[in-house]
C-alpha cells in the first residue's frame, strides 16, 4: 500500500540546469497535483491534472511543465532551473477527478526538497 | 479572492493542556469545505479533520475539534490533551467549485505548535 510516492527525496541543481520530479500513485485516482511549499507563504498550486491527457495551470506554473501520459504517474519538469525555484515540492492525489472533497480528500507524498545554487 | 488566514505562526503548549490554533477565510461561495492538516518534522501531509460548510455541527475527530462559525468565517482548531506528537505545522485549507469544475485546495501559510514536555 505505497499511496503516492515522489523521488528523489532530496536534490542540489545549478542554475539552467534541468531535471524531472517523479509522482506515482497506485490508489488509481484521477485526479494529481503539484503544490510547491515555500517558508511563510504555506503551499501553493503548481500544475494539476484531472485524468489521464488532461492537465491545467494552477497558481504558479512559470518554470514547470507537466504531463500525465497514465493515471499512476504525473511528472514534473523543471525546464531551466532557477534560485526561486529552491523549494519543496510535494505531490498529491485525489480518487475524485472533479478535484477532491469532503470525501475525496488529498493524499500527499512525501515531498522533495529541491535547491538550485 | 480567496484566501486563507492564520494570524499565529508559533505557538507553544504544555503536554496534556488544551491549545486553539486560528483560521479564518475569505470566499463569496456558499458551499465549500474545510480542512486541517498536520506537517509533522517528518514532511508527511497528514489530514487531521475537516469541515462542509452546509453542516452546522463542529467536526471532531477524538483529540481534534474544530469551531466552526462560518458567518464569521472562522474555522478554529481546538486540541486537546496536547501531546508530544503533536508537534507540527498545521495548515488550514479550504475548497470551493465542489461538484462544477475542478477543485484546488487554498491553503494559509500555516501555525508551527511546539508541544513542550
Known amino acids: 500500500n505505497a499511496g503516492v510516492t515522489q523521488t528523489p527525496k532530496f536534490q542540489v541543481l545549478k542554475t539552467g540546469q534541468s531535471m524531472t520530479l517523479q509522482c506515482a500513485q497506485d490508489?488509481?485516482?484521477?485526479?494529481m497535483s503539484w503544490y510547491r511549499q515555500d517558508p511563510g507563504m504555506g503551499l501553493r498550486l503548481i500544475h494539476y491534472?484531472?485524468?489521464?491527457?488532461?492537465?491545467d495551470q494552477g497558481e504558479v506554473p512559470n518554470g514547470y511543465n507537466v504531463s500525465r501520459s497514465t493515471t499512476e504517474d504525473f511528472p514534473l519538469r523543471l525546464l531551466s532551473a532557477a534560485p526561486s525555484q529552491t523549494s519543496v515540492y510535494f505531490c498529491?492525489?485525489?480518487?475524485?477527478?472533479?478535484?477532491?472533497?469532503?470525501?475525496?480528500?488529498?493524499?500527499f507524498g512525501n515531498g522533495t526538497r529541491l535547491t538550485v545554487t | 479572492a480567496q484566501t486563507v488566514t492564520q494570524s499565529q505562526p508559533e505557538m507553544s503548549v504544555q503536554e496534556a493542556e488544551t491549545v486553539t490554533l486560528s483560521c479564518t477565510y475569505d470566499t463569496s461561495e456558499n458551499n465549500y469545505y474545510l480542512f486541517w492538516y498536520k506537517q509533522p518534522p517528518s514532511r508527511q501531509m497528514i489530514l487531521v479533520i475537516r469541515?462542509?460548510?452546509?453542516?452546522?455541527q463542529n467536526a471532531t475527530e477524538n483529540r481534534f475539534s474544530v469551531n466552526f462559525q462560518k458567518a464569521a468565517k472562522s474555522f478554529s482548531l481546538k486540541i486537546s490533551d496536547s501531546q508530544l506528537g503533536d508537534t507540527a505545522m498545521y495548515f488550514c485549507a479550504f475548497i470551493t467549485n465542489y461538484g462544477g469544475s475542478q477543485g484546488n485546495l487554498i491553503f494559509g501559510k500555516g501555525t508551527k505548535l511546539s508541544v513542550k514536555p
Open positions: 498529491a492525489s485525489s480518487y475524485d477527478g472533479r478535484g477532491f472533497s469532503y470525501n475525496s480528500p488529498l493524499h
Open positions: 491534472s484531472v485524468g489521464a491527457g488532461i492537465t
Open positions: 490508489m488509481n485516482h484521477e485526479y
Open positions: 469541515q462542509e460548510a452546509y453542516k452546522q
